[in-house]
């Protein structure tokens, strides 16, 4: 079993007490890692304040160098990283070693970035007004950051706050979620060994309302918060003099018209993005369109994918599908499909639970009002209905009050740009699942989806400001 310190001012330390972690499978204690009380919320942000100088001062190929290290550590030790995902949040073996993989690409192209600082020369000649003169922008980091991460990628999500806080030059103090809370310490370690400065990255696991007292402090200058929109958009009231980024949930949609091409391919990748970890992704396929002339074909060949796709053990090597992070969230998904029911909607597959093991489920012509098409699900539940016309998928897609991401299965060049222009989310991905992610791309979304984008580049552009310095020419 693990045990772990708080990581504060580049140092393990303990705690008042420990919070106890759990395996979501077959409930056992996995871990116990030290619990941060309000004094040792304070030492971390004041040791991020006192780091500030030395974070700012790193030359970009310093900051650069730091990260490549951190990456290279992190493939050496994917399978460890990989085992404490598998235990602490139920996450399929095979997924939790593609995490590590993407947590090292993280940290990589963060490095990228690192390595080109943003820096713009304007010539202001060409009004009266700046004549003879000519300035140049430089973007500065914003100082001490607060970023909060979820369980469901609890080292990829942490290392998409970590890397670019190291490449802006920002100190930052992070809270991971308290059912998976060792990959962020681990990786807070790797940093520290890899060259940041002590102070510079801070890890400290407790409850949210304890994690207040980090966010009334005025010394932070950003918080990035991953999580829920029901959080997120109350931070974001409260915080209203501060920066603010936010990625939130979202009930992902995805399209299927007649030329999408081989329908059992489709399915079978569309069920990975609905069942893969559960649903607990915030871009896990939730809510099926597909067209009415192709509907029958498609129904059976995504049941057939779903009543296949392999849940189970998260140990095991073929699993996909493991538990749900609690029992609690079993019984909610329950009623949700219960309710659905109720109002008029058809099960495609047998409903299977047993505590927080909930077997892929498909649901059919679910209707707008109900929980599992309107809210998100977080859970391995798929919804499905029928449409007439690309612009009805298009209305039925944008009526939601999330816009993450969304998915269009068309070669038709001419669909793809309407979609393209009229679709109110973050990404519309083109012959594939919403699911669908690069980390170095801009990730985000609208509406109750959250404000500002991740990927390493945006990221770092969201921890620092633009400073302008006017020169006088000659």
């Known amino acids: 079993m693990r045990e772990l310190g708080l990581f504060v001012a580049g140092a393990w330390q303990q705690g008042n007490g420990a919070i106890t972690v759990h395996s979501p499978y077959d409930g056992r204690e996995v871990a116990r890692v030290a619990?941060?009380?309000r004094a040792h919320l304070a030492a971390a942000l004041d040791a991020a304040v006192a780091a500030r100088p030395a974070m700012a001062a790193l030359p970009p190929h310093r900051r650069a160098a730091i990260l490549e290290k951190a990456a290279a550590e992190v493939a050496h030790r994917r399978d460890e990283l990989a085992q404490t995902m598998v235990e602490e949040a139920g996450k399929p073996l095979t997924l939790a070693r593609a995490e590590a993989d993407r947590c090292a690409e993280t940290f990589a192209d963060s490095a990228r970035v690192a390595r080109t600082p943003y820096g713009e020369l304007i010539d202001l000649g060409g009004f009266a007004s700046g004549d003879g003169r000519t300035a140049l922008l430089r973007r500065f980091p914003v100082g001490a950051v607060v970023g909060i991460t979820p369980f469901n990628f609890p080292l990829n999500l942490v290392a998409h706050k970590l890397g670019p806080a190291v490449a802006a030059g920002c100190p930052i103090v992070l809270k991971p979620a308290s059912q998976t809370p060792s990959p962020a310490l681990l990786l807070a370690g790797i940093l520290h060994e890899a060259g940041v400065p002590a102070g510079g990255v801070n890890v400290v696991p407790c409850g949210g309302a304890q994690a207040a007292a980090l966010l009334d402090d005025p010394?932070?200058?950003?918080?990035?918060?991953?999580?829920?929109?029901?959080?997120?958009?109350?931070?974001?009231?409260?915080?209203?003099?501060?920066?603010?980024?936010?990625?939130?949930?979202?009930?992902?949609?995805?399209?299927?018209?007649?030329?999408?091409?081989?329908?059992?391919?489709?399915?079978?990748?569309?069920?990975?993005?609905?069942?893969?970890?559960a649903g607990q992704s915030c871009i896990s396929v939730q809510r099926v369109l597909v067209h009415e002339s192709v509907a029958a074909d498609f129904r059976e060949a995504l049941a057939a994918?779903?009543?296949?796709?392999?849940?189970?053990?998260?140990?095991?090597?073929?699993?996909?599908?493991?538990?749900m992070i609690?029992?609690?969230?079993?019984?909610?998904?329950?009623?949700?499909?219960?309710?659905?029911?109720?109002r008029g909607a058809r099960c495609l597959t047998p409903w299977r639970r047993e505590r927080s093991m909930v077997a892929p489920v498909l649901l059919d012509r679910v209707p707008a009002g109900a929980a599992v098409?309107?809210?998100?699900?977080?859970?391995?539940v798929a919804a499905l209905r029928s449409y007439r016309d690309f612009d009805e998928a298009l209305a039925i897609v944008n009526d939601s009050r999330f816009g993450l991401q969304a998915g269009v299965f068309t070669r038709d060049v001419e669909k793809i740009q309407r979609a393209f222009a009229a679709l109110e989310v973050g990404a519309v991905i083109q012959g594939d699942m919403p699911s669908w992610r690069s980390d170095p791309m801009p990730y985000g979304g609208v509406k109750e989806s959250g404000v500002g984008r991740e990927g390493p580049r945006f990221a770092v552009e969201e921890m620092t400001e633009p400073r302008l310095l006017v020169l006088r020419n000659g």
């Open 219 to 277: 010394r932070v200058r950003l918080v990035t918060f991953t999580g829920s929109a029901a959080v997120g958009w109350d931070l974001k009231r409260k915080l209203w003099d501060r920066k603010v980024a936010l990625e939130l949930g979202g009930n992902a949609a995805v399209i299927v018209e007649p030329d999408a091409g081989d329908l059992e391919a489709v399915a079978r990748r569309i069920a990975g993005g609905a069942y893969a970890f």
């Open 35 to 37: 619990r941060a009380g």
């Open 373 to 380: 098409w309107s809210d998100e699900a977080f859970a391995p």
């Open 326 to 342: 609690t029992p609690g969230d079993g019984d909610r998904i329950e009623r949700w499909v219960q309710d659905a029911e109720s």
């Open 305 to 323: 994918a779903t009543a296949a796709f392999p849940a189970g053990d998260p140990a095991g090597q073929e699993t996909l599908c493991g538990p």
